[in-house]
């Protein structure tokens, strides 16, 4: 069975810190990773996906994600943290065995302003 | 294009009681899934629907936890009894089909349960 694990419960940081959030997996076999964001008050919506191909994944917002595959990984980033991005980050992978979609706990993140 | 519609958007029971939700799929969706996330948790997958017949339910409590998505479209989740443990937020997501790698799921905003 496939699991997820985000490394951070809840991150505070202040507005134009950099933000990185960590994200392992285990599967043993071909997969697809994900973040997806919810904004308070929000809906969960896709932040980037990864499919194959460059490791390193751009998504909305000014977020990227690179997947290590000898580390098992797909770690969140952004340079420059703004207020709005305020928001629980999940990562999630599916296994192309399957395609079902397993989710991490969660990380809140919080931006002083 | 219209977002996944689910309704109610919070209900709070007492244990032993039934509650049912409901969920309307993005339109030409066939794929419909139902998640259950109790809070401090991702979402975990309950039931998984293609168009009118069932993938996965390989995690639904099917003691007490029943689902359906008659003519492929909207799908309804039931609980019946219900226990405190039941307390979570139910999301509906679908995605425009299963099986293929490229494929999105969107979700819904959710519905919070809280059984007292």
């Known amino acids: 069975a496939q699991s997820v694990s985000q490394h951070n419960h809840h991150v505070i940081l202040s507005e134009a810190a950099s933000l990185e959030l960590g994200c392992n997996y285990s599967y043993g076999g071909t997969v697809n990773l994900f973040w997806y964001v919810q904004y308070p008050g929000q809906h969960l919506q896709l932040l980037l996906k990864?499919?194959?191909?460059?490791?390193l994944v751009k998504g909305i917002k000014g977020f990227e994600a690179e997947f290590i595959k000898s580390k098992f990984s797909f770690n969140l980033r952004k340079p420059s943290v703004q207020w709005s991005d305020t928001a629980e980050y999940f990562c999630?992978?599916?296994?192309?065995?399957?395609?079902?979609?397993?989710f991490g706990a969660g990380t809140t993140v919080t931006v002083r302003a | 294009e219209a977002g996944v519609a689910q309704s109610p958007r919070y209900k709070i029971i007492e244990k032993r009681q039934s509650v049912a939700f409901w969920c309307n799929p993005i339109?030409?969706?066939?794929?419909l899934y139902w998640y259950q996330q109790i809070l401090g948790q991702g979402p975990k997958l309950l039931i998984q629907f293609q168009n009118n017949g069932v993938v996965d339910d390989s995690q639904l409590p099917k003691d007490r936890f029943s689902a359906e998505r008659l003519k492929g479209v909207d799908s309804t989740l039931k609980i019946q009894p219900a226990k405190l443990e039941d307390s979570a937020v139910y999301l509906c997501a679908s995605s425009y089909r299963a099986g293929a790698s490229y494929n999105e799921q969107f979700f819904g905003p959710g519905t919070r349960l809280t059984v007292l």
């Open positions: 999630a992978v599916r296994g192309l065995n399957d395609y079902k979609l397993s």
């Open positions: 990864y499919f194959s191909g460059d490791p």
């Open positions: 339109s030409g969706h066939a794929t």
